[in-house]
């Protein structure tokens, strides 16, 4: 069972060859036996999980079933659950049980999904590897010498070995696309503004954006059916109709113009992963489409940029947790001051506390302008760049990362790890949708082909994704870890 | 642009973050290092390109003034680390 898409085991389940329950039995037994040692989740939720599977067992014995009810997942650990404890990766939340539900989780819950538990993550999302947990680095399901990518890493690796047939991510630079890349799954995060942000845990609330984490595109597009759309509690979600991602799943791709930006295969970039990611591409060829270089002449500025504004949202949306109405506080402070400046000193571990303190520097007085307005003017030259790329081609390709995953412990250096989201970072900038879907391996590790869409593009690259997939394998391969049989 | 020892110190300051004179040693390489990335920005011609704050280029909505929520303080206040009858307990601020 637990090598199996979504839409697999929905079709299973109708055929009555399981019940949900039973499903949620085998997938609670698994993460028993083999989340020791991957870590890929901070919170195992089983007597909720077995409570909402017997609904949707019930639901479907009533015939009230939809193309979700039964299916279990699991939720990045940034995603408040009302009753369940949510941490964001952080000390500073590591008893905070959130008293309502993300909007995603809500309409995950209506739509008849069994939660198993809370994914691990890179500390309030900040990092490229989860070695920022507080609650420790998640192993890579292929290789467990490898990073799993972050921030969304638990989700990446809790759905490539076997746990968990889907999870939801967040991605702020890279943080659902990359680990996708790392672990050998589909990652796909929508336009800003299409799923609701209400009840996620802020990082960099102009960037921000949560999606769909699984085996196939096909899975992403059942998902973001059932949880994009306009939210009054989210003032920047948008107010626009949401199509039936899966409908346009299989439109033939002939006539597609294809656009490689110049810059994503430059320096820096490993001569295998640009290997496979032009073989990729040569499989859209044979389907009909047309490739062409284009260029995103700005793309060098998206690193300073991103560590511009996102750390500077960052300090701002994170000067809430204060000690006084959620979160840790230290013990017996002295005074009011005290009380804020040691509760998130000790709340708070090292990347967290640096991009608070760039974010803080770069605001104020006498540094403003030149930081913060200066970046805001890239953003603008970076998103006209996507623009003008989609006026001459449809989606644009490339490598999601410039290298497979990379050893545990290996990017001591923060900037060194800053420059790792180098084809991931300005599509958040831009606002603009992305998918990674697997393209292949390098030494036993997996590599992703990004495709990237204009606004609200999302059905057309789930298409695309999904037509590369009817004509590759690679999503259908697994690590040792998901074929075991128990 | 260059930062000091003083400005990490600033920083933490303002951002309430306890932070001793060697941790601010250390967070003073990094940081520089950060910085010296970000000053890449400095080199790009923005004359006249205006600030963009959201990728959509949206305004914030409105919404009539009624109340939509009720008040459910004890509920929220049930994750706070110190309550007393309705409210928030912290050191004294006034003597």
Redesign the interface.
Known sequence: MHDKTLSELAGAMANGEFSSRELTDHLLARIERLDGDLNSLITVTSDQARTAADAADAARSRGETGPLTGLPLAIKDLFCTEGVRTTAGSRMLGD????YDATVVAKLKASGTVSLGKANMDEFAMGSSNENSHFGAVKNPWDQNAVPGGSSGGSAAAVAAGLVPAAMGTDTGGSIRQPAAFCGITGLKPT??RVSRYGIIAYAS?LDQAGPMARTAEDCALLLNAIAGHD?RD??S??RGVPNYTEELAAPLAGLKIGLPREYFGDGLDPAVEAATRDAIKVFESLGASVREVSLP?T??A???Y??IAPAEA?SNL?RY????????CEA??????????S???G?GEEV??R???G???L?EG?FD??Y?????????I?QDFLDAFEEVDVLMGPTSPTPAFDLGANK???SM?LQDIYTIAVN????PGISVPAGFVSGRPVGLQILGT?FAEARLLNVAHQFQQATDWHQRRPAIAEETR | MAIEHADVLRAAHLARLGLSDGDAAHYLDDLGRILEMVDQLQGLDTEGVAPLAHPLDATQRLRADEVTESNQRERFQRCAPAVEQGLYLVPRVVE
């Open positions: 905070f049980v959130a008293p800003y503004g102009s009054p003032s920047t948008v107010s700005h060098h500025y690193i300073p940029a560590y511009v300090s000067s204060d000690g006084v109405r959620f979160g840790h506080r402070p002295s005074d009011l001051i005290d009380l804020y400046k040691r998130r000193a000790e708070f506390k640096r608070i303190l760039i803080t520097h770069t104020s540094f030149a930081y307005t200066k970046a805001q003017q890239v953003r603008r030259l998103r250096d923060p900037v800053y900038l831009a606002g603009i606004h």
